[in-house]
């Protein structure tokens, strides 16, 4: 699950583009709508043409209203920023773009808004040369630029073209199983209770589990789990989420708050962080300063420690230890923005390096520095891990160069990150630069899809012994090897069954259906009832059968299917299917013959058996096809002893 953020100067139509776009207008508030104007976060969302649903956040423009923009715009994974053709590029259009590259949002398109408006095509010349200049430099230089017009709906097929182009090239975020919900907006459904929506991020939310409320520290239970309204049983990482939770009241929840496991984080009023003070920005910063902090969807007042320098001059870069009046949750990583409270500002931005610093640090302590140049890094555990996060199932080779360590310094590092758990090392040979890795929390989130997928398929298809190996691999979206090796270990492990005809199951075999342990086929009495009829069809003409489609006929697909699949009847072709002991009978009368004679032909068999040629046939044919006959001329003699 993906999810668009729009940006942009006030008035430049990003409220219309998305309601044009998706149907869905995102101002839902009464004086939004009678001044035209986002005041508050709006949501909608829309299928792209390649079949992905996405979640849209449609932001503030105007400068009154920035703070509300920022508390929207984090947990986008592409922006839109909008420009109106008639007005090009305005104050807010940089601030937007500043605070998305602060963010580094890697992915975005501009949209050039009301084309309707200008008959001039030198206009759009010179619109879009302005655009390229203030672009350079920031994330989104080299993002395409697409005309449209919401009132006629020109150029929204190349629009939506573009944009499903862009979702495609993000890398999906690593699931840690770690989820964080930051709450972007809470209010009360009568009949349900207390509902709080956010972009999910690190992992997955189930309905019915307990949850923990950041920083307030209170619990609750999912009552109900939504996305784009529809009723979910799992809400997935990057989605738009909407969660019903009972045990607490609309009061005690605020925006910023952030929804999560219990025992999995923990609050911080002091932060670590690197700063960069934005190029043009009024005013140097300096020790001391009161800034306002964003970070996910909160906003705390924030007092700034500034170490290793007396001043950051606009455009330079430091080190800020952030002194918060209320506490926040915060991970290694995350990005913030600051702002000067009044007048209002936008200062900069930048990571999170250390969320829970044990001490406040003497400014000018070169120790100090120093490990917070080597936090800034991580460690090669760190490092390697967060590459492999990044590309899930993969070699070794290719995490290692992900990583960008030296291969001795990712040996012992790949070594303590296994054996600490943390790492998975698919295959049973020692570890080489072929092996496979996946990250524990990745594949205990592929176990629980798997298990789930299995469920839901065995729920639809109670007659099938399992789902078939090419369509498991195919929703699991996996490359062959790495879904190989990762079957097996989840057989190994007991959390699937394993097919009866491959009692040893190594890593590199191929596994025809997989299904949940204790999966057995139950014939409804109907069924069986069907079925023991059809059984006395056979049990009275033993040598002369009824047909596969007198069978079809009888019980239906899905029960012969099982009959064959569990070795009740044998289908030795199209046509001719026996019960299973009357075909040992059979084979065992053809062996013991032909190793009397030395060959059989046809008429000898069907003589044997007292059957007519059309089930000998298939008979012969079907045991030359599995090795047991081989055929010489108008003979048929026993493969072994040819």
Same mark, same amino acid.
């Given at each position: 699950?993906?999810?668009?953020?729009?940006?942009?100067?006030?008035?430049?139509?990003?409220?219309?583009?998305?309601?044009?776009?998706?149907?869905?207008?995102?101002?839902?508030?009464?004086?939004?709508?009678? #001044?035209?104007?986002?005041?508050?976060?709006?949501?909608?969302?829309?299928?792209?043409?390649?079949?992905?649903?996405?979640?849209?956040?449609?932001?503030?423009?105007?400068?009154?209203?920035?703070?509300?923009?920022?508390?929207?715009?984090?947990?986008?994974?592409?922006?839109?920023?909008?420009?109106?053709?008639?007005?090009?590029?305005?104050?807010?259009?940089?601030?937007?773009?500043?605070?998305?590259?602060?963010?580094?949002?890697?992915?975005?398109?501009?949209?050039?808004?009301?084309? @309707? *408006?200008?008959?001039?095509?030198?206009?759009?010349?010179?619109?879009?040369?302005?655009?390229?200049?203030?672009?350079?430099? $920031?994330?989104?230089?080299?993002?395409?630029?697409?005309?449209?017009?919401?009132?006629?709906?020109?150029?929204?097929?190349? *629009?939506?073209?573009?944009?499903?182009?862009?979702?495609?090239?993000?890398?999906?975020?690593?699931?840690?199983?770690?989820?964080?919900?930051?709450?972007?907006?809470?209010?009360?459904?009568?009949?349900?209770?207390?509902?709080? $929506?956010?972009?999910?991020?690190?992992?997955?939310?189930?309905?019915?589990?307990?949850? !923990?409320?950041?920083?307030?520290?209170?619990?609750?239970?999912?009552?109900?789990?939504?996305?784009?309204?529809?009723?979910?049983?799992?809400?997935?990482?990057?989605?738009?989420?909407? %969660?019903?939770?009972?045990?607490?009241?609309?009061?005690? /929840?605020? &925006?910023?708050? %952030?929804?999560?496991?219990?025992?999995?984080?923990?609050?911080?009023?002091?932060?670590?962080?690197?700063?960069?003070?934005?190029?043009?920005?009024?005013?140097?910063?300096?020790?001391?300063?009161?800034?306002?902090?964003?970070?996910?969807?909160?906003?705390?007042?924030? @007092? %700034? &420690?500034?170490?290793?320098?007396?001043? *950051?001059?606009?455009?330079?870069?430091?080190?800020?230890?952030?002194?918060?009046?209320?506490?926040?949750?915060?991970?290694?990583? +995350?990005?913030?923005?600051?702002? &000067?409270?009044?007048?209002?500002?936008?200062?900069?931005?930048?990571?999170?390096? =250390?969320?829970?610093?044990?001490?406040?640090?003497?400014?000018?302590?070169?120790?100090?520095?120093?490990?917070?140049?080597?936090?800034?890094?991580?460690?090669?555990?760190?490092?390697?891990?967060?590459?492999?996060?990044?590309?899930?199932?993969?070699?070794?080779?290719?995490?290692?160069?992900?990583? #960008?360590?030296?291969?001795?310094?990712?040996?012992?590092?790949?070594?303590?990150?296994?054996?600490?758990?943390?790492?998975?090392?698919?295959?049973?040979?020692?570890?080489?630069?072929?092996?496979?890795?996946?990250?524990?929390?990745?594949?205990?989130?592929?176990?629980?899809?798997?298990?789930?997928?299995?469920?839901?398929?065995?729920? $639809?298809?109670?007659?099938?012994?399992?789902?078939?190996?090419?369509?498991?691999?195919?929703?699991?979206?996996?490359?062959?090897?790495?879904?190989?090796?990762?079957?097996?270990?989840?057989?190994?492990?007991?959390?699937?069954?394993?097919?009866?005809?491959?009692?040893?199951?190594?890593?590199?075999?191929? /596994?025809?259906?997989?299904?949940?342990?204790?999966?057995?086929?139950?014939?409804?009495?109907?069924?069986?009832?069907?079925?023991?009829?059809?059984?006395?069809?056979?049990?009275?003409?033993?040598?002369?059968?009824?047909?596969?489609?007198?069978?079809?006929?009888?019980?239906?697909?899905?029960?012969?299917?099982?009959?064959? +699949?569990?070795? @009740?009847?044998?289908?030795?072709?199209? !046509?001719?299917?026996?019960?299973?002991? =009357?075909?040992?009978?059979?084979?065992?009368?053809?062996?013991?013959?032909?190793?009397?004679?030395?060959?059989?032909?046809?008429?000898?068999? &069907? +003589?044997?058996?007292?059957?007519?040629?059309?089930? %000998?046939?298939?008979?012969?044919?079907?045991? @030359?096809?599995?090795?047991?006959?081989?055929?010489?001329?108008?003979?048929?003699?026993?493969? =072994?002893?040819?």
């Amino acid at each position: 699950m993906r999810v668009i953020g729009t940006a942009g100067h006030v008035d430049h139509g990003k409220s219309t583009l998305i309601a044009a776009l998706t149907g869905i207008h995102p101002d839902r508030l009464k004086e939004e709508q009678e #001044r035209e104007m986002t005041i508050e976060l709006g949501f909608a969302w829309m299928t792209l043409p390649d079949g992905e649903e996405v979640g849209i956040v449609d932001v503030p423009g105007h400068r009154d209203f920035i703070e509300n923009m920022l508390a929207g715009i984090g947990g986008i994974d592409a922006a839109l920023l909008v420009i109106a053709a008639d007005e090009g590029v305005m104050p807010q259009t940089r601030e937007h773009l500043a605070i998305l590259n602060i963010l580094q949002i890697q992915a975005g398109m501009i949209v050039l808004t009301k084309t @309707d *408006l200008i008959d001039d095509p030198a206009w759009f010349e010179l619109v879009e040369a302005d655009i390229r200049n203030v672009l350079r430099g $920031t994330v989104l230089q080299e993002a395409p630029i697409v005309r449209v017009s919401s009132r006629t709906r020109a150029g929204f097929p190349e *629009l939506l073209q573009t944009m499903s182009l862009l979702l495609t090239n993000i890398p999906a975020r690593p699931d840690l199983g770690r989820p964080r919900l930051p709450v972007d907006r809470v209010f009360s459904i009568a009949g349900f209770g207390t509902v709080v $929506t956010g972009t999910l991020s690190n992992g997955h939310l189930a309905a019915g589990e307990e949850v !923990e409320i950041l920083p307030p520290g209170l619990r609750a239970r999912i009552r109900g789990l939504q996305t784009h309204k529809k009723k979910e049983e799992t809400a997935v990482q990057g989605s738009r989420t909407a %969660v019903n939770l009972s045990g607490v009241d609309l009061e005690q /929840i605020h &925006r910023g708050d %952030v929804i999560v496991h219990p025992g999995q984080y923990q609050p911080t009023q002091r932060i670590d962080v690197r700063f960069r003070l934005l190029p043009g920005t009024s005013a140097p910063l300096r020790h001391d300063t009161e800034v306002k902090l964003f970070i996910g969807a909160s906003e705390t007042v924030a @007092d %700034v &420690r500034l170490l290793g320098a007396e001043m *950051l001059a606009p455009g330079e870069t430091g080190w800020l230890q952030l002194e918060l009046r209320a506490p926040i949750v915060a991970v290694r990583g +995350d990005r913030y923005i600051l702002r &000067r409270p009044s007048p209002g500002e936008t200062l900069g931005g930048g990571i999170v390096v =250390d969320p829970h610093p044990k001490a406040r640090h003497k400014r000018f302590d070169e120790e100090v520095l120093k490990s917070l140049e080597t936090l800034a890094q991580g460690s090669p555990a760190e490092m390697l891990l967060q590459a492999s996060l990044v590309l899930g199932p993969a070699l070794v080779r290719d995490v290692i160069a992900r990583s #960008r360590l030296e291969e001795s310094t990712a040996g012992s590092a790949l070594q303590e990150l296994i054996g600490s758990g943390q790492m998975i090392h698919l295959d049973t040979v020692p570890l080489t630069m072929d092996g496979v890795l996946i990250p524990a929390v990745q594949f205990d989130s592929l176990r629980q899809s798997t298990v789930a997928i299995l469920a839901a398929y065995h729920k $639809t298809y109670p007659l099938r012994r399992g789902m078939p190996r090419e369509e498991l691999k195919s929703r699991l979206k996996l490359h062959p090897r790495a879904f190989n090796l990762i079957l097996a270990r989840l057989v190994e492990q007991g959390a699937l069954a394993s097919p009866p005809q491959s009692s040893i199951i190594n890593r590199q075999s191929t /596994i025809s259906w997989t299904a949940l342990p204790g999966h057995v086929v139950r014939f409804s009495p109907p069924q069986q009832l069907k079925v023991d009829k059809l059984m006395g069809m056979f049990a009275a003409a033993p040598s002369t059968p009824p047909s596969v489609k007198e069978c079809l006929a009888e019980v239906g697909e899905d029960v012969l299917a099982v009959l064959v +699949d569990s070795g @009740d009847l044998v289908q030795v072709s199209a !046509e001719v299917i026996f019960r299973k002991g =009357d075909y040992d009978t059979m084979v065992d009368k053809v062996r013991r013959s032909i190793q009397q004679k030395g060959q059989v032909t046809l008429a000898e068999v &069907r +003589d044997l058996l007292q059957t007519s040629r059309k089930y %000998v046939q298939a008979l012969l044919e079907h045991l @030359d096809s599995i090795g047991v006959t081989v055929r010489d001329g108008d003979f048929r003699k026993l493969k =072994d002893l040819h």
